[in-house]
């Protein structure tokens, strides 16, 4: 099986900074894309970024130029840096790796969520 243990959520004022990092362990071969969605109350699960393996990246337009994703391949790590947070941020934050197993079959895994709150 594979776990995404999530960290670095938490409360943070507006104009703040926070790291969220992800770790990967498991019966893995390689991880494909790797990221961070979010989820604010009442509203559905958004993407936030994602990384390639060979660092190719996509995010959000509500944060580019604020939040930073990237990788450790060695680590089996995702981070996203988030920089001049906003209230609008605040969601629950969830890491996301499309995972190449040791059979070679690939599967979609998901961390348990970590919350990330910003205050006006």
């Known amino acids: 099986q594979v776990q995404l243990v999530e960290s670095g959520g938490g409360l943070m004022q507006a104009g703040g900074s926070l790291r969220l990092s992800c770790v990967a362990s498991?019966?893995?071969?390689?991880?494909?894309?790797m990221g961070w969605y979010r989820q604010g109350s009442g509203k559905r699960r958004e993407l936030v970024a994602t990384i390639t393996s060979v660092g190719s990246t996509n995010s959000a337009d509500s944060v580019k130029g604020r939040f930073t994703i990237s990788r450790d391949n060695a680590k089996k790590t995702v981070y996203l840096q988030m920089n001049s947070l906003k209230p609008e941020d605040t969601a629950v934050y969830y890491c996301y790796a499309e995972v190449v197993l040791t059979t070679r079959s690939q599967n979609d895994y998901w961390g348990q969520g970590t919350q990330v709150t910003v205050s006006s």
């Open positions: 498991g019966s893995i071969f390689s991880i494909n894309r």
